[in-house]
Antibody, heavy 123, light 108 residues
Framework: QVQLLESGGGVVQPGRSLRLSCAAS????????MHWVRQAPGKGLEWVAV????????YYADSVKGRLTISRDNSKNTLYLQMNSLRAEDTAVYYC????????????????WGQGTLVTVSS | EVVMTQSPATLSVSPGERATLSCRAS??????LAWYQQKPGQAPRLLIY???SRATDIPARFSGSGSGTEFTLTISSLQSEDSAVYYC??????????FGQGTKVEIK
């Protein structure tokens, strides 16, 4: 069965860095685009970034552009989110999510989500 | 950016009654609209995609309708386990992929 397991969250000071991981299993990870979505405490869902199946295409939300970087290692079935210059407003649960269809198209419904990892940016 | 607006913010419905949730897009998203259910402490779960297709293992009491800019999620006979926050999301015009602010469904 499809499983997505995030890790790497924690408490970090403003301006510092953190790297999140999302370990995938149960499907051909190297054929699917993947997204990161976050949710601030008590708030709604906010899309963060997407990466194509081969890592050649990436898009970011304006709120994170230049600070957060999405990447993947298909040999390890793992998605990453490198978070630099963190701000208080980056405090959120970060989810990785799979697009429903494999291939080049980055969009579609998000059919599987991980359980999330909490990032708290605080001094 | 396509802005998704959901209404109402909170809906209180008695068990067995019908719940109707609305989602409006600031521009046409065709039928590229999904609905997700999120319970406290859990990840979102896909309910509806393509505006009206139920995802795998979703009960028949959940149905979606609409196209263009106006969409509806209906829970035909509310069960206690349906208490959750429901989000709509458009995946037609991207980036960014955008979500509504959510509708909280409470059991009266």
């Amino acid at each position: 069965q499809v499983q997505l397991l995030e890790s790497g969250g924690g408490v970090v000071q403003p301006g510092r860095s953190l790297r999140l991981s999302c370990a995938a299993s149960g499907f051909s990870f190297n054929t699917y685009p993947m997204h990161w979505v976050r949710q601030a405490p008590g708030k709604g869902l906010e899309w963060v970034a997407v990466i194509s199946y081969d890592g050649s295409n990436k898009y970011y939300a304006d709120s994170v552009k230049g600070r957060l970087t999405i990447s993947r290692d298909n040999s390890k079935n793992t998605l990453y989110l490198q978070m630099n210059s963190l701000r208080a407003e980056d405090t959120a649960v970060y989810y990785c999510a799979r697009v429903s269809f494999p291939g080049d198209w980055l969009s579609g419904r998000f059919d599987y989500w991980g359980q999330g990892t909490l990032v708290t940016v605080s001094s | 950016e396509v802005v998704m607006t959901q209404s109402p913010a909170t809906l209180s419905v008695s068990p067995g009654e019908r719940a109707t949730l609305s989602c409006r897009a600031s521009q046409s998203v065709s039928s590229n609209l999904a609905w997700y259910q999120q319970k406290p402490g859990q990840a979102p779960r896909l309910l509806i995609y393509g505006a009206s297709s139920r995802a795998t293992d979703i009960p028949a009491r959940f149905s979606g309708s609409g196209s263009g800019t106006e969409f509806t999620l209906t829970i035909s006979s509310l069960q206690s386990e349906d208490s959750a926050v429901y989000y709509c999301q458009q995946y037609n015009n991207w980036p960014p992929w955008t979500f509504g602010q959510g509708t909280k469904v409470e059991i009266k």
